[in-house]
């Protein structure tokens, strides 16, 4: 069952060094703060998983936090490079990051299979992509062709996502630890039910969870800790919360790119605590993603 702690507390609890590590979150409901809390306690050697890293895993990799990716598209959206992420490949700074890369139709699968307890996915998809020849983390094949028993088709077989621990950002969660989220909801909830462990932030934690259009209840049982977190997803939105704070993104473009100013970036506003570039106000010359 769900425990509700503080966000340090959750991250201290769930993360620790050498894990694999899934922050899921498509366009809006992306765990910045979780990320955030995660490069403030100095966790090392972990492997992030993603289906779209963008600004946040930048930010990570480039506090040291990775040393394996395994994803499906990378970029600043809407403004261009990932710099902490590409200095990282490219130069090794400020540590070498192995990749694995897939299709995101690969890793949605991958992640089903894992949430379902069965050891891979099967579908049609990698042929003439050139991914079907790269290797995993592990050296081994990432993609591997099965034949249908039944029509004799040759299909693509991906292995099952098993992470450590999923993080997530919702809308609410009610005190028994049940979490709600609405809006573009991406592979949250499988990225929950495929992990070892599971935490969630929340914009508010309330007494009752009321309906809502489209919504996802994870129940308290699949998720491990619930942190009130309001602003958690900042810079990216949570649906009937806030809005997306796009000049965030574009100012991390530039901090990004310069490895001292990044080092600044980290000292001021992580471990520092200043928040000007996660609060309000970002968008006249903050950062995110």
Not at 41 to 56: H, N
Not at 90 to 104: C, I, K, T, V
Not at 173 to 190: M, P
Request: include cysteine; hydrophobic fraction near 40%.
């Amino acid at each position: 069952m769900a425990e509700i702690v503080s966000l340090a507390a959750a991250v201290a609890r769930a993360v620790h060094d050498g894990d694999s590590v899934a922050m899921e979150g498509f366009t809006h409901l992306i765990p910045f703060a979780a990320g955030r809390e995660v490069i403030r306690q100095r966790r090392r050697d972990l492997t992030l998983i993603r289906m779209t890293p963008d600004v946040l895993y930048d930010q990570l990799i480039g506090a040291g936090c990775a040393s394996r990716l395994l994803f499906s598209w990378g970029c600043n959206p809407g403004v261009g490079s990932l710099h902490r992420f590409r200095d990282a490949v490219e130069n090794a700074w400020p540590g070498p990051l192995q990749l694995e890369e897939h299709s995101h139709a690969g890793m949605a699968n991958r992640y089903v299979a894992g949430a379902s307890g069965v050891p891979f996915a099967i579908l049609r998809g990698y042929s003439g992509t050139g991914l079907e020849d790269l290797p995993a983390l592990d050296g081994q094949p990432a993609i591997r062709s099965v034949t249908c028993p039944f029509t004799g088709e040759r299909l693509t077989a991906v292995a099952a996502l098993n992470p450590d621990v999923a993080i997530i950002h919702a809308q609410r969660a009610d005190r028994a630890g049940n979490v709600q989220l609405w809006g573009i909801t991406g592979v949250q909830k499988e990225a929950v039910l495929s992990a070892q462990r599971a935490s969630a932030t929340v914009e508010e934690i309330v007494d009752d969870l009321r309906p809502e259009p489209g919504a996802i209840v994870l129940p308290s049982w699949v998720v491990d800790y619930v942190a009130a977190a309001p602003g958690g997803s900042h810079p990216s939105y949570a649906l009937g919360y806030s809005a997306r704070d796009n000049g965030y993104y574009q100012a991390w473009d530039a901090i990004s790119r310069d490895r001292e100013r990044f080092r600044r970036w980290l000292d001021e506003e992580v471990h520092g605590e200043s928040g000007s570039l996660a609060g309000t106000g970002a968008g006249e010359g903050g950062c995110g993603a």
